[in-house]
C-alpha cells in the first residue's frame, strides 16, 4: 500500500505571491498541486483558468491535480492537457457520456479524476470504475474554501473503497473540503488515499511544517 498523499489547493494560498506559494510546495514534502478551477456557473464562485495553469507549470516541480468545477468540462480538456495538468479531474454530475470523457482524458496523456459532489452516490461511477485513476470525494459543497467538513464523508469513503476492492482495480480515492491535521489521519483510515488541503495549510504559521505533519500523522 502507498502512503498516503498530499496536495496542497491554492485556492488558499495568497494570489499576490503566487510564485512563492508554488516555489513553498515544490520545497515541502506536498506530493501534488491542487488546482481548482470555477467557472461562475456549476458552482458559485470564480478562480483562475489555463493561463494561470500554464504560468504554474513552468515552476512547479510537483505533478498539477487540476480540478475542474466547471459545466462543460468536455471542450475544455485538450486545452488543460496542453497547460500543464497531470491529473484532470471532472464532476460527474455534469459529464453526459463519462466513459467517452475519461477516454479522452487518457488519451491526452493525464490521468483521470471523477469528482462527487457530497450529495452524488458513489453508485454513478460503479460501472466506470476501473477507467477511473482518481476518485475525488467532495466533503464540503465545492465553491469556496474554508467549510467545514461534511461528517457523513467517512462512511462514503468506507464505501467505496469496498467497492474499489470488489473490483479490484488500483483507483486512489481523493478527499477535497474540510482537511485538517485532526480529521486526517481518521480519513486514511477509512480508505483515502490523497488529501487536499487548502486553509488548513495556507492559513497556517508554517505551511511546510503543517504538511510535514498531515504527512507524519496519516503514514
Known sequence: MMNPMIAPSILA??????????????????????????DGHFVPNLSFGLPIIS??????????????????????????GEAGADNLTVHVEVCNHLHRTLQHIHSKGMTAGVALNPHTPIEVIQHVISQIDVICIMSVNPGFGGQQFIEETYEKVKALKAMIRHVDTITRIEIDGGVTLHNAKQLVDVGADILVAGSSVFKSQDPQKTISQLHAITK
Open 55 to 80: 504560468q504554474i507549470k513552468k515552476i512547479a516541480t510537483k505533478p498539477l491535480d487540476v480540478h475542474l468545477m466547471i459545466s462543460n468540462p468536455d471542450q475544455y480538456i485538450d486545452a488543460y
Open 13 to 38: 494560498s495568497d494570489f499576490l505571491t503566487l510564485g512563492k506559494e508554488i516555489q513553498m510546495i515544490n520545497t515541502s514534502e506536498a506530493d501534488w498541486i491542487h488546482v481548482d478551477v470555477m
